[in-house]
């Protein structure tokens, strides 16, 4: 049986025919040219464009709520002058309406594009309305939903527009799928609030033929293609199961016999906050600080910076809020600062700490908000560096934060060196968070990015489970804590085994931390540990994961 | 000419529902109306896409301008939108 893998975002189990959401409306050629009246061919495009904004109104009106406003922005962008002005201009010089709405649309396209992050979504809504206004002029079909469907059906898409679901109702569809899309994308925050499972950054789900019957699992991202009667049955009755057992399983992390694990959450940015708080995060393990400095020519300025930090910190009163300071470098370029010289391996030059080391300023001015946002809030503010290899960096990064006016300072661990040498490390700081992501990359010496090397990533890797207890002795020896931030916390058997290995703390993307606390709240610290030693005796990540699962009873209780 | 240079107080800045009031306030004027950032191009108050394009943050300061019957009150109309802080 077939199956494709995705990331989970709203949990529950869907079941029915596939319908695909796919726009289809095409480019019209660049050379298309009307027949000579270009008054009537004006006319006709400002008709097509208030039809639409008119549609996108009622759609609104119908839907109420958020869509309402969402909807009325869209038709507000159909209407504009300004696009109308340029569509003039484009007829004028003898463009079709259809080419002539095209090409307006384009150029707008390319300012949102280029304008950060927020505006960068909007680009969606307004490719949207330029379809539904392409689509009337050539008289194709409108993107749309399949209208008195016989049964339930799985919504599958490249992407979905609020457009697209403002008006789908509960009863008509199983679950989502989604190509794209990632935790909180448009999809998953309407699927999570009308209670739909959904799947989302599902490669391959836009090839699925239209009517094949498929099961979607919002809790693993899985989707069975053509699955049997039984698959169906045995899949609705463990989703069940498992959802009986997630509502049990809420508050701190702790193991069964009650020793704490706190489970905190990844975020990129003050958009993350609330799914991390509806999945009870108990603070932030890992807050990505890119976001403010990526799609600009000019750094963030401190008091911007404090802003962004000082949201998140006021949302865990008492909690801890671990930020990671920039890590940038020739895989990411920042426009302000000069380039590195030429890199053939990005992931090996100069890239995270060694990055700011050489850019002073950026580091202090980020280091100075840091410390500014933690005045006057409860939450514990954690510092960390990524990509440090050694104790000379270390220490620097630590009399940098101490500077600053920053108490707690880390590093990260995700270069075999520093894991290898955790021992000399933790005096020197007082923390370390390990990134499974980033030390399987460099242990492997596999790209995260080559997708054919995408075994060697995998976390159950008996030399990565090596490197990490390496760390946690290191780490236990200094008194220090360890936590985990990367994938790897966010399977749930595997978080039993960091525990076991001696790590601390696991952060991770939120919607993982509900199946993560049941799966601790049923094994005790001595059963992890125990799981731990064996998953250390395989011999492949196949053979550490059988091993560790077969001391970890309380899994199957979550159908896992 | 009637002209006001006005900070945004707006928390999303001119984005968002700030912006589409703003925009529709000054698409009901029959009067032209324009906002620039410092050193920046005027654009059209009454179109939505080039407001949202100038990506005016939180903070920033802009200036206003119109010219003709009711170009004061307008000004004030649409000053008051940007200082709102929601």
């Known amino acids: 049986m077939e199956r494709l893998n995705g990331t989970g975002v709203s949990p529950g189990v869907g079941y029915g025919p596939v319908h695909r959401l796919v726009s289809t409306v095409p480019e019209p050629p660049a050379d298309a040219v009307h027949t000579g009246d270009a008054e009537a061919e004006k006319a006709r495009a400002m008709v097509a464009l208030e039809e639409v904004a008119a549609d996108l109104e009622a759609r609104g009106e119908r839907a109420g709520g958020d869509a309402r406003e969402v909807l009325a922005a869209q038709a507000m962008m159909a209407r504009d ?36 992050a927020y505006l960068a979504a909007r680009v969606a809504d307004l490719d949207d309305i330029r379809d539904r206004a392409v689509a009337r002029l050539l008289g194709v079909p409108l993107p749309g939903l399949p209208e008195g469907a016989a049964r339930p059906y799985v919504l599958v898409a490249r992407d979905l527009a ?43 789900a836009t090839t699925i033929e239209e009517g094949t019957l498929v099961l979607a699992d919002g809790a693993s991202g899985v989707v069975r293609l053509s699955p049997t009667d039984e698959e169906v049955e045995t899949a609705r009755n463990a989703a069940s199961a498992r959802e009986a057992v997630l509502a049990a399983a809420t508050g701190p992390g702790c193991t069964a016999d009650g020793y704490e694990v706190p489970l905190l959450a990844n975020i990129g940015g003050p958009a993350d906050l609330p799914t991390a708080l509806e999945n009870e995060a108990q603070g932030v393990g890992l807050y990505r600080t890119e976001f403010l400095f990526l799609d600009r020519t000019t750094p963030p300025t401190v008091d911007e910076q404090e802003a962004a930090y000082r949201e998140v910190l006021e949302a865990f009163p008492g909690g801890r809020v671990v930020v990671r300071v920039l890590d940038a470098g020739a ?65 620097e990064f630590v009399a940098a934060c101490r500077a600053a006016g920053v108490e707690t300072a880390g590093i990260m661990i995700e270069i075999p060196a ?12 007082d923390f370390f968070s390990i990134g499974t ?10 790209d995260r990015q080559v997708g054919s090397l995408s075994a060697l990533q995998d976390p159950w890797q ?3 489970l090596d490197l990490i207890a390496m760390t946690a002795e290191g780490a236990k020896a200094a008194g220090r804590p360890c936590g985990v931030c990367g994938e790897a916390a966010a399977d749930p058997a595997l978080a039993c085994v960091l525990v076991g290995l001696g790590v601390t703390s696991l952060s991770m993307g939120a919607p993982a931390l509900p199946l993560v606390r049941a799966a601790l709240s049923r094994h005790t610290r001595a059963q992890c540990e125990a799981a731990a030693v064996a998953a250390r005796q395989g011999q492949t990540a196949d053979e550490a994961r059988d091993l560790a699962r077969g001391l970890l009873p309380g899994l199957s209780d979550l159908a896992l | 000419m009637a002209e006001r240079t006005v900070r945004v107080e707006s928390e999303v800045g001119l984005h968002a529902r700030p912006a589409a009031t703003f925009v529709q306030t000054a698409s009901k004027a029959p009067i032209d109306v324009t906002l620039s950032k410092a050193g920046g191009a005027p654009v059209s108050a009454k179109s939505i896409l080039a407001v949202l394009a100038l990506d005016v943050r939180h903070g920033e300061q802009i200036t206003l301008r119109a010219e003709g019957e009711g170009a004061e009150e307008l000004l004030d109309e649409l000053s008051r939108i940007v200082s709102e802080t929601k």
């Open chain 1, 462 to 464: 008996p030399a990565l």
């Open chain 1, 331 to 395: 895989d990411k370029p920042l426009a302000f600062l000069p380039p590195p010289g030429e890199e053939p391996n990005p992931a090996l030059g100069e890239r995270g700490l060694r990055m700011l080391l050489r850019n002073r300023p950026t580091l202090t001015g980020q280091l100075e908000a840091l410390a500014r946002a933690a005045q006057g809030t409860t939450a514990k503010l954690q510092v960390m560096a990524p990509m440090v290899a050694g104790l000379a960096e270390a220490e």
């Open chain 1, 81 to 116: 002058p300004g696009l109308a002005g340029d569509v003039d201009l484009l007829v004028g010089r003898g463009a079709t309406a259809a080419r002539a709405v095209y090409e307006a649309f384009g150029k707008y396209r390319e300012m949102l594009a280029g304008a950060g």
């Open chain 1, 437 to 446: 992501n980033d030390l399987a990359q460099y242990t492997f010496a596999a």
């Open chain 1, 162 to 204: 609020p457009a697209d679901t403002a008006l789908i109702d509960r009863g008509s569809v199983a679950a989502f799928v989604t190509e794209e899309g990632g935790p909180t994308s448009h999809t998953a925050i309407l699927a999570r609030a009308m209670g739909i499972p959904a799947v989302v950054a599902c490669p391959g």
């Open chain 1, 418 to 429: 520093a894991a290898i040498r955790a021992s000399d490390l933790g005096p020197a700081v």
